[in-house]
């Protein structure tokens, strides 16, 4: 299992911007899938973006939901083990609870079996 420390969240009135970040500390392997869910009051968990830290690529190696494409932008920095979560134009129904969480297989149902972390909250009024 990996560690995974999320934060840059905040409350915001307007369109941000807001950069989430997400550490991952206890990592062994080389290469991961890493990506942001986020859940709002009373609602299921969904699928925001994802990203593969790896050099090659593969058929699933980014993914944005339709929602936050061309607002969002998920990126890395390998020297720090960090994926970040650039929030532009944000809106109102962005709001809520931001998780991150890694997986060593990258694969199309890689987040079901993901180590998480504990979150980082972002509200939008």
């Known amino acids: 299992h990996v560690q995974l420390v999320e934060s840059g969240g905040e409350s915001v009135q307007g369109a941000g911007p807001l950069r989430l970040s997400c550490v991952n500390s206890?990592?062994?392997?080389?290469?991961?899938?890493m990506g942001w869910f986020r859940q709002a009051p009373g609602k299921e968990r969904e699928k925001v973006a994802h990203l593969y830290t790896g050099e090659g690529t593969y058929r699933y190696a980014y993914y944005y939901e339709d929602s936050v494409k061309g607002r969002f932008t998920i990126s890395q920095d390998k020297t720090k083990n960090t994926v970040y979560l650039q929030m532009n134009a944000l809106k109102p129904e962005d709001t809520g609870m931001y998780y991150c969480a890694a997986n060593k297989w990258c694969d199309v149902n890689w987040y079901e079996n993901a180590d998480w972390g504990q979150g980082t909250q972002v509200t939008v009024s």
């Open positions: 206890g990592g062994v392997y080389r290469s991961y899938c």
